[in-house]
């Protein structure tokens, strides 16, 4: 073999290791649960009682594809905070490392007819005439990586707990269950887009 392929060898796997461990060391920041903690903080000024809820990270992304114009990527980011029977929603808007955070709405039996949740795990919620209301994922690592995604938040035990909540809260809904836990009323949900990039494609 010749020097170069060698050398050149030796250069990809040296740029793949450095690569490895830049990943970890932002997943190990992530657990460390800083990012997690500022939406707490968010959650607690939109809840008076949100220690009694899970507060976990929530985002999506849509891709919309037109013949001849350009392909078009929304990133969605929220704060989903729950527990048995209410999702509240609190959407987040990022101007850097600054975030803001509009009201929030209350996802229950009495606004929610539907939830589906397809093959990336993302789910989506439904009013009882089909309308939907709002689309997100809890996942379980979030590593920070540009505008797109600029939270660093490793999340394992709250992604669990909320498909744990799916769970009862699915067998609710199917079963007709009336439940309501207090939280004030919001406004009818609506999207809030957290930022857009656009990349051309030829077809």
């Not at 980011?77 to 609190?90: D, E, H, M």
């Not at 509009?102 to 795990?121: C, K, M, S």
């Amino acid at each position: 073999m010749k020097l170069e392929y060698i050398l050149m060898a030796v250069t990809f796997a040296g740029l793949f290791l450095a690569a490895a461990i830049f990943q970890k060391s932002k997943e190990r920041k992530g657990r460390g649960g800083a990012d997690l903690a500022r939406l707490r903080d968010i959650a607690a000024k939109q809840l008076d009682d949100s220690g009694c809820y899970t507060i976990a990270y929530a985002c999506c992304s849509q891709v919309r594809l037109s013949v001849g114009r350009p392909v078009t990527t929304t990133y969605y980011s929220y704060i989903a905070a729950f527990r048995p029977g209410t999702l509240f929603v609190i959407p987040l808007q990022f101007s850097g490392r600054e975030m803001v955070s509009p009201p929030g709405f209350r996802l229950d039996r009495e606004n929610v007819g539907a939830v589906r949740t397809d093959r990336a795990g993302r789910v989506t919620f439904y009013a009882a005439d089909g309308t939907e209301l709002c689309t997100l994922c809890v996942s379980a690592g979030n590593t920070a990586d540009g505008p797109f995604q600029p939270l660093n938040i490793q999340q394992e035990a709250e992604a669990e707990k909320f498909q744990s909540f799916l769970r009862q809260f699915t067998a609710q809904l199917q079963a007709g269950a009336s439940r309501r836990d207090g939280v004030p009323p919001t406004p009818q949900p609506q999207r809030y887009p957290q930022q857009e990039t656009e990349r051309r494609r030829s077809f």
